[in-house]
Nanobody, 122 residues
Framework: QVHLVESGGGLMQVGGSLRLSCSAS????????MGWFRQAPGKEREFVAA??????STWYADSVRFTISIDNAQNTAHLPMNSLKPEDTAFYYC?????????????????WGQGSQVTVSS
């Protein structure tokens, strides 16, 4: 089991910045990658970004402007969110997976954090 705890969400004005962090514990050596998904009201959960534990590979949704990173010493992934726009408003979920394929598909991820609300006001 991998336990994920998120932090860093909140309310920000357009153009501002927030940084999401996801701290992992448990059998992290069993997982292949960490990532973020987001879900806006009335919409399905969508892929944002993912990174392997080594940091050697990253994946991004086409519309994403953020850069994911990982601190292996702290077992923590980060998603700095800059130049925020109202369309970035969503509930953001951290996730971890043991799979090496289908990383953009939410149902294929194995472990999920509690989620963190990001609201961008205009």
């Amino acid at each position: 089991q991998v336990h994920l705890v998120e932090s860093g969400g909140g309310l920000m004005q357009v153009g501002g910045s927030l940084r999401l962090s996801c701290s992992a514990s448990g059998r992290t050596s069993d997982s292949y990658a960490m990532g973020w998904f987001r879900q806006a009201p009335g919409k399905e959960r969508e892929f944002v970004a993912a990174i392997t534990w080594s940091g050697g590979s990253t994946w991004y949704a086409d519309s994403v402007r953020f850069t994911i990173s990982i601190d292996n010493a702290q077992n923590t992934a980060h998603l700095p969110m800059n130049s925020l726009k109202p369309e970035d408003t969503a509930f953001y979920y951290c996730a971890a997976t043991v799979r090496r394929n289908g990383l953009m598909t939410p149902v294929l991820w194995d472990y999920w954090g509690q989620g963190s609300q990001v609201t961008v006001s205009s």
